[in-house]
């Protein structure tokens, strides 16, 4: 028997922290501060991979840096990347989408929570109407570029855009959704059991039918899990009119970035809405939904509960519920007692509102 083995501590979650660019700079520092003010046993070693760096030395991902994080990481903390200065937006795609892609971290898993009935924007409704989450595929759709263009600049130029769509990728993305509702309860501790996937199949024949027979497939092993599906045109619609009605949704690349927003909206705004990129079982990086917002950026103006939030989504996702569930409750607290930036009402700036919510973590 391995006695040394048994008296260890449990070794310290390891997070790499990548604020990126824009307001990434502003909100993942608060983040840090407010998982450190609840106590998360966590050692952070931050990059500095986005523009700054990209512009000084063309360097978007360092040689290794993606096995790196794999190997060397338990969970990855990123703000946002996207810099004027940097028109092809190259680093942000090699940094961003590398790291979906290469890590292979293809449940992009987007909750949608109203914390309070003022921040949305439909009459009537309240905290606990607004309460899915949306799945989106992560890994392939028409984010692999895959397409081209051709006589460019000339009266008949063709421009094609291809929607990879793989059985295995289709496969894992619906079953990780009926496995999320065996997982996780609402926030009023219903179970979840609905899964609704969304698509466009009436137009997009040949993807539409390869997620449709997949879905029917998958969901019948979860018999006591409810398949529903819904248009994605018809779930925008939906989604405004009646929100209680959903519970998961799991869709593709595009529709999941497209509905995201829209529900973000739901929520009280961009500055609101967190995510995590994830694989079962690797090391999986967690982000906000917003991007880097240049017209706010550099401002102490953005909203830092999106990251924050975020970063409660990766301490729960590590095994930490405690101090994530001080964060959330702490944020929600913010929200009420108005102490937010001005997105969602408040008179207090980004550094402001991240330093309220972790004295606020420090004394529960
Ligand atoms: P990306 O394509 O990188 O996701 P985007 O084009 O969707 O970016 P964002 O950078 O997310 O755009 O932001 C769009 C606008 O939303 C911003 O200019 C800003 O007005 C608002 N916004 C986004 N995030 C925040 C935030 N955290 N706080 C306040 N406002 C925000």
């Given amino acids: 028997m391995d006695s040394k083995k048994e008296t260890q501590a449990p070794r310290k979650k390891r997070i790499a922290v990548i604020p990126g660019d824009g307001i990434g700079q502003e909100v993942v520092p608060q983040a840090v501060k407010v998982m450190q003010a609840a106590g998360a046993d966590v050692d952070l070693t931050t990059f500095d991979w986005g523009a700054d760096r990209y512009l000084r030395d063309q360097v978007t991902v360092p040689a290794d840096g993606f096995a790196m994080l794999g ?3 338990d969970a ?4 946002a990347f996207g810099d004027p200065r940097v028109k092809t937006n190259i680093h942000a795609k090699e940094i961003l989408l590398g790291m979906r892609f ?14 309070d009935a003022a921040l949305c924007p439909l009459k009537g409704v309240e905290p606990k109407d607004v309460d899915f989450v949306v799945l989106r595929e992560n890994t392939e759709g028409v984010y692999t570029d895959a397409g081209g263009v051709f006589k460019q600049g000339t009266p008949d130029e063709i421009a094609t855009q291809e929607d990879i769509n793989t059985r295995k990728g289709v496969e894992r993305i619906i079953r990780y959704a009926f496995e999320y509702c065996e997982r996780h309860t609402k926030l009023d501790g219903s179970p979840r059991n609905r899964v609704l996937m969304c698509d466009k199949s009436n137009a997009m024949t040949h993807a539409g039918s390869l997620w449709q027979r997949v879905f029917k497939e998958v969901s019948g092993e979860y018999p006591q899990i409810t398949a529903q599906h819904m248009y994605v045109d ?24 497209i509905i995201t927003d829209l529900a973000a909206g739901l929520q009280g705004g961009l500055g609101m809405a967190a995510s995590g990129n994830i694989h079962p079982g690797k090391t999986s990086m967690f982000e906000p939904v917003h991007g880097s917002a240049p017209p706010i950026a550099g401002k102490n103006m953005a909203n830092p509960f999106g990251a924050i939030l975020t970063a409660a989504m990766m301490l729960a996702h590590l095994g930490m519920a405690v101090e994530a569930a001080k964060i959330e409750a702490a944020v929600l607290e913010a929200v009420r007692q108005k102490k937010t930036t001005q997105d969602i009402g408040g008179p207090l700036g980004t550094r ?13």
Wanted: aromatic letters at 8%; a negative charge; one cysteine or more.
């Fill in 71 to 73: 190997r060397d990481f």
């Fill in 352 to 364: 402001e509102a991240g330093e309220w919510v972790a004295n606020q973590v420090s004394h529960t």
């Fill in 102 to 115: 290469k890590m292979d971290l293809y449940a992009n898993v987007r909750p949608v929570r109203l914390l």
């Fill in 76 to 79: 990855i903390l990123v703000g």
């Fill in 234 to 257: 018809a779930l925008c619609m939906q989604m405004v009119r009646d929100p209680r009605q959903f519970d998961v949704i799991v869709t593709n690349n595009m529709f999941g970035d």
